[in-house]
């Protein structure tokens, strides 16, 4: 079964501090591998999108890496901000005739000050 | 960078009626347009995939009857809740694949709060 799980489910920092977010897949066939903010109440942004070749991507004070031996992403904040406080969810593409996209459940990043 | 537009933002409506929500792209043409529901604190969960000039293909679960997708233009997509019910409140997203930029480019809209009383 396609599945997408991220770690943790939520997580709480403070300002200015890094913290990284895990995602594991069991998708196949793989397309590519997507990260997405999304705000509470608003529909998801796009931050980072990676295919099977690429093993990083960086979007800012986001960084993606993937590792497509081990169906393991991970996504980087780097010096975090109080506006970073949202759902982080990672999306993988089965590659299929309608690329359908699996989501993760997310996690719940809180930034406080 | 690309727009898509959903109208209402949010909606509160009576149970067993009606409620359409519009999903349009607004700097580019989408061939294809998605819809998703989202419940608190889960993630989206795709509903159907709405093909511009044809029928919709609906999720398993997904009552076409219940849920009529309308896809008239390549920049418009409209999704109406018949006989509303207070379990049908949730949060409604679109997405739109930007047709001249391949299938892995899919842009969300800002979502569409319903509240069935």
């Known amino acids: 079964k396609n599945q997408v799980e991220q770690s943790p489910q939520s997580l709480i920092i403070l300002e200015g501090k890094n913290c990284t977010l895990q995602?594991?897949?069991?998708?196949?066939?793989?397309?590519?591998l997507r990260w997405y903010k999304q705000d509470t109440g608003r529909g998801p942004v796009s931050l980072t999108i990676?295919?099977?070749?690429?093993n990083t991507k960086s979007n800012g004070r986001y960084t993606a890496t993937l590792d497509a031996d081990t169906k393991q992403s991970s996504l980087h904040i780097t010096a975090s901000q109080l506006s970073d406080s949202a759902s982080y969810i990672c999306?993988?593409?089965?590659?299929?005739?309608?690329?359908?996209?699996?989501f993760g459940t997310g996690t719940l990043l809180a930034v406080q000050p | 960078g690309a727009v898509v537009s959903q109208h209402p933002s949010r909606v509160i409506c009576k149970s067993g009626t009606s409620v359409k929500i519009e999903c349009r792209s607004l700097?580019?043409?989408?061939?294809?347009m998605f819809w998703y529901r989202q419940f608190p604190k889960q993630s989206l969960m795709l509903m159907a995939t709405?093909?511009?000039?044809?029928?919709?293909?609906?999720e398993q679960g997904v009552e076409k009857d219940k849920f009529l997708i309308n896809h008239a233009s390549l920049t418009l997509s409209t999704l109406t809740v018949t006989s509303a019910h207070p379990e049908d409140s949730s949060f409604y997203i679109c997405?739109?694949?930007?047709?001249?930029?391949?299938?892995?480019?899919?842009?969300f809209g800002p979502g569409t709060r319903l509240l069935v009383l």
């Open positions: 709405s093909n511009e000039g044809s029928k919709a293909t609906y």
């Open positions: 999306v993988v593409s089965d590659g299929g005739a309608t690329n359908k996209l699996i």
């Open positions: 700097d580019f043409q989408a061939t294809t």
């Open positions: 990676m295919t099977f070749s690429e």
């Open positions: 997405s739109a694949r930007d047709t001249g930029r391949g299938q892995e480019t899919q842009y």
């Open positions: 995602c594991n897949y069991t998708v196949s066939p793989f397309s590519n």
